[in-house]
């Protein structure tokens, strides 16, 4: 017991690094792009889009394989390959003198993005039944943390620079690397791992593998449903406040700290509370239903204090992903984990692939003049019927297994 919880404490920190090198570059992309194009914040979401859809893409292709490779190999030298890569991503995307630059730099990040993915096959390794959905909101903990301290510190840094947080994300992603080096342990033993196979590792075979765990299948739609949807705040949240309300990449910055301190809270604190008092069934749809609520809330907010308060209800809905990966990580062999978090990982990067795509293009279109009428909140409105869409499908999948 003492050395899973070790071993929980060293990913936990592991991620948590890289979210906060993550993070730090958030505030400033608005007004880089912005800048680098020459065209105003609201057009650049569009661009920013294109970005996002590269890195998923990249992802989707290779994050099986990567998922398949830490159960041969173990999760170790996935973990700390993927680690480097984003260091010398940042590195690279610092230097950029044109959006092409960026543009390769999100291709490289896309490959080696897998630290979730392993992270999350790390998870599963060291968790039991009793303690996998607690364990898996350890994940969303650091991813919280993350974005309490990275955001803020790369708003603050924007004062010297655009460009000052992605030599910061570089620095901090590279001593990461070197921690994860050194302290990291293995979590997959040898008698554990399989060897690795092209067709397991290709990233639709790997969704067509998932419908041998038929259980699985409503709810793999369900978090589809909630990874599209949720673009509608990962993909726009900085260029709808800065148009909107003429945000800064200061006060950007601290609105995602909030969001971290607000996802830290549910993940990391109140979910070990609610999912053992109501089950993991009811944590997904009062999630669900959570989620929606925000997403309404955003899309008709017409003063910036209210993003700060609609956060409520929209991190609350976070008891419903922990739960949702319990109930999948249960349905599926021990050995197969790391496969199983690729899958889930290729998926997010599908839904990411339109994703951005749909949510930054529809924001631009509907802050244009080409648009029938001006309305900014057009993809939290979106996003909050594909939440409503994910309870009824999550509904009926769990009411027929």
Not at 165 to 185: D, E, K, Q, R, T
Not at 231 to 250: I, L
Request: net charge positive; charged share 10%; with cysteine.
């Amino acid at each position: 017991m003492v050395k899973k919880q070790a071993a929980i404490g060293f990913i936990f920190i592991t991620l948590l690094v890289d979210v906060i090198g993550w993070g730090l570059i958030i505030p400033v992309m608005p007004e880089l792009i912005s800048g680098l194009k020459n065209i105003p914040v609201n057009q650049a979401s569009a661009e920013g889009g294109l970005l996002l859809f590269v890195y998923a893409f990249m992802q989707f292709i290779c994050a099986p394989i990567l998922g398949n490779l830490s159960d041969q190999y173990g999760r170790r030298p996935v973990l700390l390959l993927s680690l480097f890569g984003f260091g010398v991503d940042y590195i690279f995307m610092g230097f950029a003198p044109t959006f092409g630059w960026l543009f390769i730099g999100r291709t490289i990040s896309g490959i080696t993005g897998a630290s979730f993915t392993t992270a999350s096959a790390y998870i599963a390794d060291i968790s039991d039944e009793k303690t996998r959905a607690k364990n898996f909101g350890l994940v969303g903990a650091a991813f919280g943390l993350g974005f309490i301290i990275g955001p803020a510190i790369g708003g603050l840094l924007s004062g010297w620079g655009i460009r000052a947080p992605f030599f910061a994300a570089a620095i901090l992603s590279l001593l990461n690397w070197i921690y994860g080096y050194f302290v990291l342990p293995e979590s997959l033993s040898r008698e554990h791992r399989r060897p690795f196979s092209w067709k397991r590792a290709n990233p639709l075979g790997s969704l067509m593998h998932l419908k041998h765990y038929p259980a699985l299948a409503g709810l793999i739609v369900a978090l589809a449903l909630v990874y599209l949807g949720s673009h509608a705040v990962q993909s726009n949240w900085s260029y709808f406040t800065m148009y909107r309300f003429k945000w800064t990449p200061r006060t950007v910055g601290i609105s995602l700290a909030v969001v971290g301190a607000l996802v830290a809270l549910v993940q990391g604190v109140l979910i070990r509370w609610i999912t053992p008092r109501i089950g993991n069934e009811k944590s997904i749809y009062i999630g669900l239903l959570l989620y929606a609520a925000g997403m309404f809330l955003f899309a008709f907010s017409n003063q910036s204090w209210m993003m700060f308060v609609f956060l409520i209800p929209y991190c609350l809905g976070g008891i419903a992903g922990p739960a949702l990966q319990a109930i999948m990580s249960g349905n599926v062999p021990r050995n197969a984990q790391g496969e199983l978090q690729g899958a889930l990982t290729s998926i997010m990067s599908l839904t990411s692939i339109v994703g951005p795509l749909l949510m930054t293009n529809l924001f631009a279109f509907f802050t244009s003049i080409q648009a029938p009428v001006l309305f900014p909140g057009a993809p939290f409105l979106l996003g909050g019927l594909l939440m409503l869409a994910s309870s009824i499908v999550a509904y009926k999948s769990l009411k027929q297994n």
